[in-house]
């Protein structure tokens, strides 16, 4: 089945540095990524809709400048958190469609845990 | 404003019977719905999904019943087995759109052996 992967699947940082977190899809092209944001006890909310070569989507409420995606090939999408801050600690997940666009099944990441310290 | 809706943060069924986790949706544009099991510190896992245009989608032990009519879908799991416990969400889509999902909150399922 169609795989996807996250690095790193956790992270410690200190606050006001930036951490990348990298989202691949290892055995199909993603021509659409997605990352979500998971709080403790809440549901898998959508940050941002990642499109390869074109800018990233955002939803409302998430800032831009803060959270940098980048989807510079079919396999790979990246979020970098700018200048992260403890309530920028939750679990961040990935998910891709295939290129296929026949089904609209996400295939998702196994997540990266940040804590900002 | 929450569009998709789990009203039952968990539930606990004894091993062999039936598990029944509900969702509710507000957003009559969605015509895909998908249910996931999650583990803690994991990604979601795909179990079924249903379309618009079907009232029920079986695979296996996991049926998703819609109606539509009432904004309503139903995951049922026979017979519950204690590795299903885990957190299940339901998910909704626009096929038409840009297909990210817009979650509920959750219902965490305890089976009991």
């Known amino acids: 089945g169609a795989v996807v992967s996250q690095h790193p699947s956790w992270v410690i940082c200190k606050s006001g540095t930036s951490v990348k977190i990298e989202c691949r899809s290892l055995?199909?092209?993603?021509?659409?990524m997605f990352w979500y944001r998971q709080f403790p006890k809440q549901s898998l909310m959508l940050m941002a809709t990642?499109?390869?070569?074109?800018?990233?989507?955002?939803e409302q409420g998430v800032e831009k400048d803060k959270f940098l995606i980048n989807h510079a090939s079919l396999t790979l999408s990246t979020l970098t958190v700018t200048s992260a801050h403890p309530e920028d600690s939750s679990f961040y997940i990935c998910?891709?469609?295939?290129?296929?666009?026949?089904?609209?099944?996400?295939?998702f990441g196994p997540g990266t845990r940040l804590t900002v310290l | 404003d929450q569009q998709v809706k789990q009203n039952s943060p968990s539930l606990s069924v004894q091993e062999g019977r039936i598990s029944i986790l509900n969702c509710d949706y507000t957003?009559?544009?969605?015509?895909?719905f998908l249910w996931y099991k999650k583990y803690p510190a994991e990604g979601p896992t795909f179990l079924i999904s249903?379309?618009?245009?079907?009232d029920k989608n079986e695979d296996g032990r996991f049926t998703v019943f819609l109606n539509k009519s009432a904004k309503h879908l139903s995951l049922h799991i026979v017979p519950s087995q204690p590795g299903d416990s885990a957190v299940y969400f339901c998910?909704?889509?626009?096929?038409?759109?840009?297909?990210?999902?817009?979650f509920g909150s959750g219902t965490r399922l305890q089976v009991q052996p």
């Open positions: 998910s891709a469609i295939t290129t296929s666009g026949l089904t609209n099944e996400q295939f």
């Open positions: 249903i379309s618009s245009i079907k």
């Open positions: 998910a909704a889509s626009v096929v038409g759109g840009r297909r990210a999902l817009t």
């Open positions: 957003n009559s544009m969605f015509d895909y």
């Open positions: 055995d199909f092209q993603a021509t659409t």
């Open positions: 990642s499109n390869e070569g074109s800018k990233a989507t955002y």
